[in-house]
Structure formats: structure tokens, C-alpha cells
């Protein structure tokens, strides 16, 4: 199993990434862009914070949850990022 701090670092990153991508495509309509890297930092937030209070118990079953819920908001928030290019 990964370690707390490794999840943090690889969250970390793939929203540093997710924003850069903003940054990029962000020259049609930087309001648009704006709120799509505000949604980042909260999603960032949201789960650096999932991490450090993890429920007792089923923790393999929390993070399992917690990676597949991850990895739907990041989809969401490409979709996001590709229309910031229509």
C-alpha cells in the first residue's frame, strides 16, 4: 500500500499538472479558465484533507473509494479543460 504522503505528493501534482493545462488553454476566456483552476484547488483541497482523516475500519475499502472518486473529479475537470479549447 502507498504511503499517506506518497498519495499526497501524487494528487499534488496531477492538480499542478490539471492547472498548467488552464494556463495553457486559457487565452479564449480566462473567467472560464479561472473557475476551472479554482475547481482544481478545491478538488486538491477536498482530498489532501481525505487523506489525513481517514476513517477507521475498512481502510483499504476508503482509499479504493477515494481513488476512484479522484480519478472521476480529475475526468470531470479534462472535460472542463477541453471545452476552455471549443
Given at each position: 500500500m502507498t504511503s499517506r504522503k506518497d498519495l499526497k505528493k501524487g494528487i499534488n501534482y496531477i492538480c499542478g499538472e490539471?492547472?498548467?493545462?488552464?494556463?495553457?488553454?486559457?487565452?479564449?476566456?480566462?473567467?472560464a479558465a479561472d473557475k476551472v483552476m479554482v475547481k482544481v484547488?478545491?478538488?486538491?483541497?477536498?482530498?489532501?484533507?481525505?487523506i489525513s482523516h481517514t476513517e477507521s475500519?475498512?481502510?483499504?475499502?476508503?482509499?479504493?473509494?477515494?481513488?476512484?472518486d479522484f480519478d472521476a473529479k480529475t475526468d470531470e475537470i479534462i472535460a472542463d479543460i477541453d471545452t476552455l479549447n471549443a
Open positions: 490539471l492547472i498548467a493545462e488552464c494556463i495553457v488553454n486559457s487565452k479564449k476566456d480566462s473567467n484547488l478545491n478538488t486538491q483541497n477536498d482530498f489532501i484533507n481525505r475500519g475498512n481502510v483499504k475499502g476508503y482509499y479504493k473509494k477515494l481513488r476512484s
